[in-house]
């Protein structure tokens, strides 16, 4: 495997976005509520978000096996965006719906990230392996963006990218938060290893995972407190607002 120098990773990171946020969610939900679920996200709450200025797109996973079963995430235009007041009243004004959808989540996980990087011109795949690790943990970015790196060579993968937890002034206070049974968890980084088939995902996902879990500082490595996770999920589809349209 090639080794690249500190010139070329350097140059790989100037294409990053440089405020660019992403708002990331793992869950599951009751069985009762499956088709009720799907009419929420469809008809009410997608639309509902992409509406909320500085919001561009949405996309939604599912995961054959394994837990969480479901993944989602926003694309925004910073991590601000998610203390603005046009979200914060969106949250703090949940519709009937949403409040009988979000009391059957489970295993909710919730967090405001910055993209930290992403690979340049990565392209869509059918799946992907999204793995994290969650709070509290520390992370050595410097490890974080060699791992994103080092996975972009893998003849299967299609783009890598690299998510950091930020501060979230409204975690856990809001109307919507206190819907949710168990409250919200939260992640401190995630790689997201766009794939072109499950099976290249299945082939990659514990060395993913294990990448990941090197990324966490050395004395923190080896507590039992420290949870990786990952998972392969395929995509379920793509909602743009109209400002990115």
Known sequence: MKTETASEIASRTESRPAS????????????????LYER??????????LGVPGFF?????ETAT????????????SPAV??????????????????????NFRNMMRTVCSLEYRSPGATLGGCVVAAYVEQPARIDDRR????????ERDAGVLGVQAWRAVHDPAHAVTSE?????????????????????????????????????ACVSREESASPDISVRGNVYRLLGIWQSDASA
């Open 20 to 35: 660019a946020g992403i708002l990331a969610i793992w869950n599951d939900r009751e069985d009762a509520i499956a088709e």
């Open 40 to 49: 929420w996200y469809l008809s009410e709450h997608l639309p509902e978000r």
């Open 57 to 61: 797109a949405a996309r939604r996973y």
């Open 66 to 77: 394994g837990v969480p079963r479901f993944f989602t995430w926003y694309d925004v235009e």
């Open 82 to 103: 998610l203390s603005s007041a046009d979200y914060l009243a969106r949250l703090a004004a949940p519709s009937a719906l949403t409040r009988e959808v979000m009391a």
């Open 144 to 151: 974080l963006l060699d791992a994103a790196i080092a996975y």
């Open 177 to 213: 938060a206190k819907l949710r049974p168990g409250g919200d968890r939260r992640i401190e980084a995630a790689l997201i290893v766009e794939l072109l088939r499950e099976e290249d995902g299945e082939r990659l996902k514990e060395r993913v995972c294990d990448a990941l879990r």
